[in-house]
């Protein structure tokens, strides 16, 4: 049984941060990508980084790019998501997903239907 837990998310002002944690069970080297999307009023959720744990390789969105950071504990069994420089439009649910593709290539996980493993999200809201 595959199970991912978001935690971290609350409410910020515009410029602060936060922290994401997605604890991930199981055989931790089953996932070849894992990544944070965010799903905010539109009907799509968007990839806003991921990473390839064995590698340590990180890919972002340019909505993003500068200001978050993807990374993993040594043990492969926790993945973070940084968030500094917050803006109100960053305000969305954001949730781990883990697929068992690689992030990387023509067929690689790019998109949530990539992701065949999902949590249950946390709220992310940034306002004065």
């Known amino acids: 049984q595959v199970q991912l837990v978001e935690s971290g998310g609350g409410s910020v002002q515009p410029g602060g941060s936060l922290n994401l944690s997605c604890v991930i069970s199981?055989?931790?080297?089953?996932?070849?990508?894992v990544g944070w999307f965010r799903h905010g009023p539109g009907p799509e959720r968007e990839a806003v980084a991921r990473?390839?744990?064995?590698?340590?390789?990180?890919f972002y969105a340019d909505s993003v790019e500068g200001r978050f950071t993807i990374s993993q504990d040594n043990a492969e069994n926790t993945v973070y998501l940084q968030m500094n420089s917050l803006r109100p439009e960053d305000t969305a649910m954001y949730y781990c997903?883990?697929?068992?593709?690689?992030?990387?290539?023509?067929?690689?996980?790019?998109?949530?239907?990539?992701?065949?493993?999902w949590g249950q999200g946390t709220q992310v809201t940034v306002s004065s």
């Open positions: 997903a883990a697929a068992r593709k690689y992030c990387r290539g023509a067929y690689g996980a790019d998109t949530a239907p990539d992701f065949g493993y």
């Open positions: 199981g055989n931790r080297y089953s996932f070849n990508c």
């Open positions: 990473i390839q744990p064995r590698s340590g390789t990180t």
